[in-house]
């Protein structure tokens, strides 16, 4: 097997816990095995929120055609000029994994640019805190947060039932196996 999947085999998720840290920003380039392509009608006051609020960084741009931006690996996002966004922001939304500990600064980010940004801030039945915001672009972007795992908690009651493995198990296919 090449080097180039070899790199990829682990999650650049980090596992759950107090003391999770986000990966260092991936530069290379791969084959993206999925992206979103956001229409936008102001491409440099949409890149700068993506950047200064919601952290990607910018990895190339095609000047007036497309500016390709990352957050971690697998987190791509393309920017390309359209002539208007639709003026009502889609039920459909755009997740992202994140931190605990970026939460907090992300909401901060948003706001400070875009005081309505923020749509909501909440704490889920499968044991996640969640952000919604709402870009330039009126895309709805969710960044979703593992929580320390509490096996005591409502939460894991709940992914009891539903037949998921505890985090302390290990990663790999939900059986236990890793």
Request: charged share 20%.
């Amino acid at each position: 097997m090449s080097d180039y999947y070899n790199a990829f085999e682990i999650s650049p998720v980090p596992t759950p816990g107090p003391d999770a840290v986000p990966p260092e920003p991936f530069r290379g380039i791969y084959g993206m095995p999925a992206f979103a392509t956001i229409p936008t009608s102001d491409l440099t006051a949409s890149v700068d929120f993506w950047i200064r609020g919601l952290g990607f960084f910018e990895l190339f741009s095609i000047p007036g055609s497309l500016v390709h931006l990352r957050r971690w690996a697998f987190q791509d996002v393309l920017l390309v000029p359209a002539e208007s966004v639709p003026e009502q922001t889609p039920a459909l939304s755009l997740s992202f994994a994140c931190v605990l500990d970026q939460v907090d600064s992300l909401v901060e980010n948003c706001r400070a640019l875009r005081p309505n940004a923020v749509d909501g801030l909440r704490d889920t039945p499968w044991n996640t805190r969640d952000v919604s915001v709402i870009t330039p672009e009126n895309v709805r972007i969710v960044f979703t947060a593992a929580k320390p795992f509490d096996p005591a908690s409502q939460e894991a009651r709940n992914l009891e039932a539903i037949g998921i493995t505890p985090p302390d198990v290990g990663r790999g296919d939900n059986d236990g196996h890793v």
